[in-house]
């Protein structure tokens, strides 16, 4: 009987260690295919994530607190009146839309960087605002996605300084 217990011990062993030399081959066996599902997709994934989050500034050691931001001084600059004619749809007469805007920055910091590319800035605004239809701007509606989209294009462009609002001065639909 003892024989018997040793010999199942013996066996056991033996397959402890045939499981451990298994692994090591399975990890040998791997084809590049497998190899890069098992191993290198998920290395590749949270390589992405961390840079993602290190990049939206999630990682920042000093957030600006609400206060903060408040206390800064803001900075306002004007862009130049622009002039467009509006895409017509089979319109007996041309639209025209005038539109002057004023920039609310955060600080001096971002007009600085906005100096150098405002032809840019001006280019983006005039494609956009070209391919506007009159019903495009009816309402408040039409006013809201106006500011957004200007406000968007344009912190795209100045990255990594922020505008904090796009500001109508003048909106005349003709």
């Known amino acids: 009987m003892a024989d018997d217990d040793k010999d199942l011990l013996d066996e056991a062993g033996d397959d402890a260690e045939a499981g451990a030399q298994g692994r090591g081959r399975f990890l040998l066996r791997l084809g590049g295919r497998k190899l890069a599902l098992y191993v290198a997709l998920p290395l590749l994934a949270a390589a992405g994530i961390g840079g993602g989050v290190y990049v939206s500034g999630m990682l920042d050691a000093s957030p ?20 467009v004619n509006l895409a017509d749809r089979g319109e007996e007469r041309a639209r025209y839309l005038k539109l002057q805007v004023s920039l609310e920055l955060p600080g001096s910091e971002a007009r ?63």
Do not use: C, W
Not at 70 to 83: H, Q
Not at 163 to 169: A, I, Q
């Open 64 to 83: 600006e607190s609400p206060e903060q931001m408040a206390s800064r001084p803001k900075v306002f600059f004007d862009m130049p009146e622009m002039l």
């Open 112 to 174: 600085a960087a906005l100096t150098p590319v405002l032809p840019r800035v001006i280019d983006l605004f005039q494609v956009y605002l070209r391919e506007l239809r009159p019903t495009d701007l009816e309402g408040s509606a039409g006013i809201y996605r106006l500011k957004e989209e200007l406000l968007r294009r344009i912190n795209l462009e100045i990255q990594p300084h922020r505008v904090s609002d796009v500001l109508f001065k003048e909106i005349i639909v003709q």
